[in-house]
């Protein structure tokens, strides 16, 4: 059993971890099956890092149930961890006792007589026999472990209890079962049968009460030794309501004692009513075999031992339903019970709401002529800010009309300049176009005095005059000098004028 659980310890490790590699270990795994424990002083990283290593390494293991003993999986044994990491070529690891010591300081293990002190189990007076015959029980089955040094050996791994504790109570929780004491309670063959197995770790008797151990110190199920039941007394398991789990400690009263009487009356029942058909069976077929033989009388008195059983079969029936009747109503019982106490929570909080001065018929009809109030004044409100609004608007729409027009003034005095500037250049192209008339030169004789002004010349003033009537569109008219003014009015004159100043002279 030990080589077994050796192999499956190191196909683990070997899958899981790359140094452990059956065929190819690292040069690290050396280091680690090495008596560190000097390094403390001389290398401090190195032991920490060494140390964290085995330690992750030892949790893993244990959460796994393969490091563990014959009777517990929780539990290891420290003389016997280094015989359990035995691995072929190196041997056992040297400084597992350094881990060990880091371990306790951590808090990760402690001791399974210290266990059994910190996490008590419930005494009654009724019950001390019982508890009394347990332990003397478990010492008898379990004698390697109940010595005092084998306890001080004996270490129970706290991270693992923690996490199945809380992974049972999770389960619970997660259960579709309704919230009553029924469903709560659980005998110690239920609580084993529903959770002693978890994959392919399966936790023993001791792992079990080390679990129920912790779950009523530290997560409020209530244990109670001295139930009686159907013909034995018996070990029963309560949890807390769904809605009550880590709130506050639950407790085994006189009707969880009545219900597991009930539950435990019933099932055995059920294991009279299987027993008894299948012994009428039985009587049938040798009741046939005996008739087929031609024995009568065996024949007969197999049917009478049929009759008879068939007659208890029936009584049994009888009692088996009206016990489960009995059952059903005391759990609907109890579900009325909560509802009820709902109820009178509910009332006695609507209560003292009604109870607040605040909240009276007054108080009520004063605050929904506030709230009408209220209403009023936020539509003054609206209204003035629409009114506001339109104003704005109409004034708004007002300069915009004015600018528009302004605007579209602007836009027409542009158009007509464009117009006049098309004009322009069309009759400037068409005079291009027309023949120049050459006036003959005068005699010698005859004193000249301007020289008559040339078709450019005249087109020029023209063109100077339609740049002056822009400019006074456009913006005020500045003052123009002197030489420029004569320079226009010279060439502002039409050559007929010219003619007819030199007739005279002619």
Not at 114 to 120: G, H, K, L, M, R
Not at 275 to 296: N, P, V, W
Not at 312 to 332: F, N, P, Q, V
Request: proline share 4%; glycine share 4%.
């Amino acid at each position: 059993m030990a080589s077994k659980r050796n192999s499956r310890l190191q196909a683990y490790l070997s899958c899981q971890y790359i140094d452990f590699d059956l065929n190819n270990p690292t040069k690290r795994l050396t280091s680690l099956y090495s008596d560190f424990s000097k390094l403390a002083i001389l290398n401090q990283y190195g032991y920490d890092a060494n140390v964290s290593y085995w330690k992750s390494l030892i949790l893993d293991c244990n959460m796994q149930g393969l490091l563990g003993s014959n009777n517990y999986r929780l539990v290891f044994n420290a003389n016997e961890l280094p015989d359990q990491f035995l691995r072929p070529g190196i041997g056992k690891p040297l400084a597992l006792d350094s881990v060990v010591n880091e371990m306790i300081q951590s808090g990760d293990i402690i001791t399974l007589k210290q266990f059994n002190e910190v996490y008590a189990l419930p005494t009654t007076k009724s019950s001390s026999w019982y508890s009394w015959f347990m332990q003397k029980s478990q010492q008898w089955l379990l004698p390697s472990y109940y010595g005092s040094h084998a306890d001080d050996e004996s270490y129970v791994v706290i991270p693992t209890i923690k996490e199945i504790a809380k992974g049972i109570l999770r389960s619970y929780i997660e259960e579709p079962s309704t919230n009553s004491s029924a469903s709560t309670l659980l005998t110690f063959n239920d609580f084993r049968s529903r959770y002693g197995t978890d994959g392919e770790r399966s936790l023993t008797d001791g792992d079990i009460w080390l679990l129920l151990r912790y779950m009523h110190s530290e997560l409020g199920v209530a244990l109670a030794d001295d139930v009686q039941g159907y013909g034995a007394t018996h070990v029963v398991i309560k949890f807390p309501y769904k809605n009550q789990v880590g709130m506050q400690a639950t407790t085994i009263d006189q009707q969880d004692r009545a219900i597991v009487s009930i539950r435990t009356t019933c099932s055995a029942l059920h294991s009279q009513v299987d027993e008894l058909q299948q012994k009428a069976e039985e009587y049938t077929l040798s009741a046939k075999e005996h008739y087929a033989e031609g024995r009568k009388s065996q024949a007969l008195y197999a049917f009478k031992k049929k009759k008879h059983l068939l007659e208890i079969l029936d009584r049994r029936l009888k009692s088996l339903e009206t016990m489960e009747t009995l059952l059903m109503k005391i759990e609907a019982s109890q579900n009325d019970l909560q509802v009820v106490q709902a109820f009178n929570i509910g009332a006695d909080a609507l209560r003292s709401i009604l109870s607040n001065q605040n909240l009276s018929v007054d108080t009520v009809d004063e605050a929904m002529l506030n709230v009408q109030q209220a209403f009023q004044d936020q539509k003054e409100v609206e209204d003035a800010i629409v009114d506001g609004v339109d104003q704005a608007n109409r004034l708004n729409i007002e300069e915009d009309d004015e600018d528009l027009e302004k605007e579209l003034a602007e836009l027409e005095e542009q158009e007509q300049e464009q117009q006049k500037r098309m004009l322009f250049l069309q009759n400037e192209q068409e005079q291009e176009q027309r023949p120049v008339r050459e006036i003959s030169p005068p005699p010698r004789h005859i004193t000249q005095s301007a020289p008559p002004p040339s078709p450019a010349e005249s087109e020029l003033a023209r063109i100077n005059d339609i740049f002056g009537k822009l400019k006074k569109v456009q913006s005020p008219p500045s003052k123009i000098p002197s030489a420029a003014l004569a320079s226009t009015k010279k060439f502002d004159r039409h050559p007929v004028e010219e003619e007819r100043q030199l007739e005279p002279a002619i």
